[in-house]
């Protein structure tokens, strides 16, 4: 497969075709620019067809079942250190999870860097593309030296939409992230 790149000199044309002969009619604007010169084209490098950690696609073929963990409480220890008391719900009858929470008292792998704190994320869909979240966190991370990062929503949570369909992100409240002194905030509404 090959590509095409037009390399022009600036200023084109703009003319406007009306497609059909009644007017008003829906307008098409073409660049016209005969200053254009076609670029040689550039091969595409080849990619694999095959991708190692990704399932294949077989037309007419059923989905795989998505494994899920099971509703209930669950305790992960450090490797070096401390617990993370984790509780998951489910909605309803389904296997989809609606909610984690997570406690960190004092979780560390490494014995240097520490995680303490909640963070508790709930979900729930208007419709098959619309997804709120409400969202709560305090974490702080202590390491060597001054490492003191964070997470925390405002008091009241972090709460927001987003449509998969429009791709546009809606919340309220707000929360910021803390790493080496640097605060790090949601994105902006309607991004």
């Known amino acids: 497969m090959a590509s095409q790149v037009r390399e022009c000199a600036p200023g084109p044309r703009w003319d406007r075709f009306h497609p059909r002969g009644d007017f008003p009619a829906p307008e098409i604007n073409l660049e016209v620019n005969s200053r254009c010169k076609p670029a040689k084209y550039r091969a595409v490098r080849p990619v694999a067809d095959k991708i190692p950690w990704a399932t294949p696609y077989v037309p007419g073929a059923t989905l795989p079942e998505r494994p899920f963990p099971q509703a209930g409480s669950y305790t992960l220890k450090g490797k070096s250190n401390g617990t993370a008391e984790v509780e998951i719900h489910t909605a309803g009858n389904?296997?989809?999870?609606?909610?984690v929470a997570v406690t960190y008292h004092d979780l560390s792998d490494d014995g240097?860097?520490?995680l303490t704190g909640y963070e508790n994320a709930t979900t729930s869909s208007d419709s098959p593309t619309l997804n709120r979240i409400?969202?709560?966190s305090d974490l702080a991370q202590h390491g060597p030296g001054d490492m003191h990062n964070t997470k925390v929503t405002s008091d009241d949570g972090f709460h927001l939409r987003i449509d998969v369909l429009a791709n546009r992100f809606d919340a309220n409240g707000t929360i910021t992230t803390t790493i080496g002194g640097k605060e790090y905030l949601q994105p902006l509404n309607g991004a």
């Open 94 to 99: 389904s296997s989809s999870i609606e909610s």
């Open 112 to 114: 240097k860097i520490f």
């Open 134 to 136: 409400e969202w709560f």
